[in-house]
């Protein structure tokens, strides 16, 4: 079955990096295109960044678009996301996520259990 | 502020039902983008509920239904249980954005 198991989460101070993994099993890894979503506690759903299956085509929200680097490395099935000059903002659950074909639809189907990842002075 | 506008809340006793409305705009819903929806339970990751608008994944009891129209979209919840007691997300792309957008999320409790 798909899985999706997010690590590299905890705690960072305001303007330092932190790099985020997501291990992928149960499927073909390069076939599908691979998102990350997060969720600042007690809040809804925002939509971070996107990554084609081939990797040519990255897209970015307007909250990190310059301080955020989504990646992935077919050859271990792993997606990342590299995040630096992080703000207390930037606090919130990191989900990897796929998108499935449903028809002609592209809907985000799986979901991992996300890592937390607290700025915090 | 998101980019698509879901009520905060909405309730509705056992056996009723009860609708969710997600608005959006002509550079989303509104030129042609479908609609998903997401329900997501207390600790857990959210699950993909309606996809395309109006289809159910298997699995998705029948008592949950989505429809579109012109710049809005809606989630319908009938028969209500006590286990649909949850967040409801509506989600879409935006072409101004050139991304993914979510709706503010629905909390529905069920009396």
């Known amino acids: 079955q798909v899985q999706l198991v997010e690590s590299g989460g905890g705690v960072v101070q305001p303007g330092r990096s932190l790099r985020l993994s997501c291990a992928a099993s149960?499927?073909?890894?390069?076939?599908?295109?691979l998102h990350w979503v997060r969720q600042a506690p007690g809040k809804g759903l925002e939509w971070v960044t996107f990554?084609?299956?081939?990797?040519?085509?990255?897209q970015y929200a307007d909250s990190v678009k310059g301080r955020f680097t989504i990646s992935r490395d077919d050859s271990k099935n792993a997606l990342y996301l590299q995040m630096n000059s992080l703000t207390t903002e930037d606090t919130a659950a990191y989900y990897c996520?796929?998108?499935?074909?449903?028809?002609?639809?592209?809907?985000?189907?799986?979901w991992g259990q996300g890592t937390l990842v607290t700025v915090s002075s | 502020q998101s980019v698509l506008t879901q009520p905060p809340s909405v309730s509705g006793a056992p056996g009723q039902r009860v609708t969710i409305s997600c608005t959006g705009s002509?550079?989303?819903?509104?030129?042609?983008?479908?609609v998903h929806w997401y329900q997501q339970l207390p600790g857990t990751a959210p699950k993909l509920l309606i996809y395309?608008?109006?289809n159910r994944p298997s699995g998705v009891p029948d008592r949950f239904s989505g429809s579109k129209s012109g710049t809005s979209a809606s989630l319908a919840i009938t028969g209500l249980q006590a286990e649909d007691e949850s967040d409801y997300y509506c989600?879409?792309?935006?072409?101004?954005?050139?991304?993914?957008?979510f709706g503010g999320g629905t909390k529905l409790t069920v009396l």
């Open positions: 002509s550079s989303n819903i509104g030129a042609g983008y479908d």
């Open positions: 149960g499927f073909i890894f390069s076939d599908y295109a």
């Open positions: 395309g608008n109006t």
């Open positions: 996520v796929r998108e499935t074909k449903h028809d002609n639809y592209w809907p985000l189907e799986y």
């Open positions: 989600q879409s792309y935006d072409s101004s954005l050139d991304g993914w957008v």
């Open positions: 990554i084609s299956y081939d990797g040519k085509r990255q």
